[in-house]
């Protein structure tokens, strides 16, 4: 916002005032035709009216010309664009009003001269420095000159424009203020090692690497083996366990008789039972004496064997499992080099597969798999003791140069802390949000959710759906349209999407959507079957199918709105570089493919970027994502802390 035109607003206001007119009033009473909304973004220094508006409504009020006729002239009004551009440019406001009327007559005919004649190199870059020594500002170097301006930059207001954005979009990824950028690239002494921060790498130094085949590859169904303390010390539990397991399985068989049987307990057992089941790692939602605990006797019995003793073959695989994952631990302690940090937390079994095989695709597609990353894959590793794990994750972290996080339906301190320190250190953070796929068709649910509400409308009305209300948010409408997709699908196509997505969408753990006890039943008996867990095949019924649906449904949902708060208000989306003061913002990625291409520009420095401005902030906007990855404020006082506290 320029000065002047600031300054002409608030005069503007007060004569208005003085008049004692409201802004529909003066519109009215102009002698010339204007509306109230030209008034206002005059008023608020946004925009003038045009020459004609402009000279009637200051005649109409009153106002002394000295303070409107610049706004009138064509060299003046060029002479205000500059000063605009030029506040953007160093990153404050900057104005010849201070300055003797000769001096800015002087001023403004030098601003003309830069604007219109056409000069060589030389003669703008000495044309532009005589420029600044008007408004105070530090002449700049050759090199800075060459590299962010050069003479092309003012063969028009609108070129200049072009090379104040393109500057800012460097400034904005090194420093938190334009000001602070403007005095540090304006030294030729630093210009060269801040820009090469961003500049592009050459990514052969990673293809040069050897082949990183020393981690061990642990099975999808050999990886809750890891969710346990040591095979010995499970081996000396199996009293305590098979008292669980006899406990549990009793309780299963009062239940099917009595929804209340667990009333009928001693309040002493069921917390000495409790207590087991917490020791044990157990996964049923709610304590014995909380009144919320209303397991089913199917959930019952699947937990009681979960828990339960173990049998020597069994004691040996988990040991063997073990055994691979502790190896795996030293060679990651031992890398060469770490790339990249995968931040996850892992409660069930589903959790596990699903870690596994989203590092799995990631690091083996082919975006990336030439570059020989080094990454820790925690699904792949194990200690016991829970402080070590603290500090090899802990050192994990620090020397990787990127943090990928795997966004959960629910997500921990622990994973977040994770993020948050990557951000605070300045390294990118790739936030990965599971969508779902439906092979059949090409519905791309990440691209309705970002639709508007009439949009979403617009597309349901032509699908000849009009099962929603008016008042009908975004999250209701997406809804219907995922819903009619699937209902679309034959039995056989519906089972593949459960089986793409049983992991990821923990489908084990939404059981309890399920109301009805039976259908429950057939739900985990169709999960068990479409994983391998059992060979007897389950038959889709219309209920199973309906409560399918619906579960896919509520969890697509889930997830779309997760990753609309990551992109926009949760807490990660922007962290302080503490050494910087850089605002720091994450990466949402929806695919692996994304992922994949995404993690290969961030290696290589070859980021997509534009540069957004509104009232509020200046916005970074990373392009394959639509992910804001840096801000400045516009915020006067927040900009001169930050320009207090980091420079």
Not at 15 to 26: N, P, T
Not at 456 to 473: F, H, P, Q, T, V
Request: charged content about 30%; aromatic content about 8%; glycine content about 2%.
């Amino acid at each position: 916002m320029n000065k002047s035109l600031k300054n002409l607003g608030n005069i503007v206001r007060d004569s208005r005032l003085e008049k004692k007119l409201s802004q529909k009033d003066l519109a009215e009473k102009c002698p010339i035709k204007l509306t109230q909304t030209i008034i206002t973004q005059l008023e608020t220094g946004k925009s003038a009216p045009n020459k004609e508006q402009l000279t009637a409504l200051c005649e109409y009020l009153e106002i002394h010309v000295k303070y409107w006729q610049p706004f009138v002239h064509e060299n003046s009004m060029m002479r205000i664009e500059f000063e605009d551009l030029l506040s953007e440019f160093v990153g404050r406001e900057v104005s010849i009003e201070n300055l003797d009327d000769i001096s800015a007559n002087t001023a403004e005919n030098e601003t003309v001269h830069l604007l219109k004649k056409t000069l060589t190199s030389e003669q703008t870059f000495d044309a532009f420095n005589r420029c600044l020594t008007f408004y105070g500002i530090k002449n700049i170097s050759k090199e800075f000159f060459e590299h962010f301006i050069k003479a092309d930059a003012f063969r028009s207001i609108s070129s200049f424009k072009d090379a104040v954005v393109e500057f800012q979009s460097v400034a904005i990824r090194l420093f938190s203020s334009f000001s602070s950028a403007f005095r540090e690239l304006n030294n030729p002494t630093k210009l060269d090692g801040l820009l090469n921060q961003i500049t592009e790498r050459d990514p052969e130094p990673y293809r040069k690497r050897t082949e990183w085949d020393c981690i061990k590859q642990i099975e999808d169904e050999r990886l809750p083996d890891l969710g346990y303390i040591s095979a010995v010390r499970i081996e000396k539990e199996n009293s305590e366990r098979k008292n669980l397991q006899d406990f549990l399985l009793k309780l299963a068989n009062d239940v099917r008789e009595d929804d209340l049987a667990v009333a009928k307990y001693s309040e002493s057992q069921l917390r000495k039972m409790y207590t087991l089941m917490r020791k044990f790692g157990s996964t049923l939602q709610h304590g014995m004496l909380s009144p919320m605990f209303r397991p089913d006797p199917n959930a019952l019995e699947r937990e009681a064997y979960k828990v339960g003793p173990r049998k020597e073959d069994e004691l040996n695989r988990i040991a063997e499992t073990q055994k691979i994952a502790m190896r795996n631990l030293s060679n990651y302690l031992t890398a060469d080099y770490l790339d990249v940090y995968v931040a996850t937390s892992m409660r069930s079994d589903a959790d596990f597969v699903s870690v596994s095989n989203f590092v799995t695709k990631l690091f083996k597609h082919s975006e990336i798999e030439h570059l020989k990353l080094r990454y820790f894959n925690p699904t792949q590793s194990w200690i016991e003791d829970r402080v070590a794990k603290g500090l090899v994750e802990a050192l994990m972290l620090h020397r990787a140069s990127f943090t990928i996080y795997m966004s959960q339906k629910e997500d921990t301190f622990g994973k977040d802390s994770e993020a948050s320190v990557s951000l605070g250190q300045g390294k990118p953070v790739i936030v990965y949000v599971p969508k779902l796929i439906i092979p059949k068709n090409d519905l791309n649910i990440e691209e309705l959710s970002l639709l508007d509400v009439d949009k979403l409308k617009e597309i349901i009305n032509k699908a000849g759906l009009s099962d929603y209300d008016e008042g009908s948010d975004k999250e209701n409408l997406l809804a219907i349209l995922i819903t009619n997709e699937l209902q679309k699908l034959k039995d056989e196509e519906l089972e593949i999407v459960v089986k793409i997505h049983w992991a990821d969408f923990d489908l084990y753990g939404e059981a309890e959507r399920i109301k009805d006890e039976n259908l429950r039943e057939e739900y985990r008996n169709l999960l068990d079957y479409l994983i391998g867990k059992k060979s007897e095949k389950i038959k889709l019924n219309d209920n199973l199918r309906k409560n399918i649906i619906s579960i896919l449904v509520a969890t697509s949902v889930r997830f779309e709105r997760r990753a609309h708060t990551f992109r926009e208000v949760h807490p990660l989306a922007l962290q302080v570089i503490l050494s910087t003061g850089v605002l720091n913002g994450i990466h949402v990625v929806r695919s692996v493919d994304i992922c994949a291409k995404l993690l290969r520009k961030l290696i290589t420095n070859k980021l997509s970027v534009k540069l957004i401005a509104d009232d509020n902030n200046y916005r970074l906007i990373e392009t394959d994502t639509n992910s804001t990855i840096r801000v400045i404020s516009k915020n006067p006082l927040i900009k001169n802390a930050y320009n207090s506290y980091y420079k």
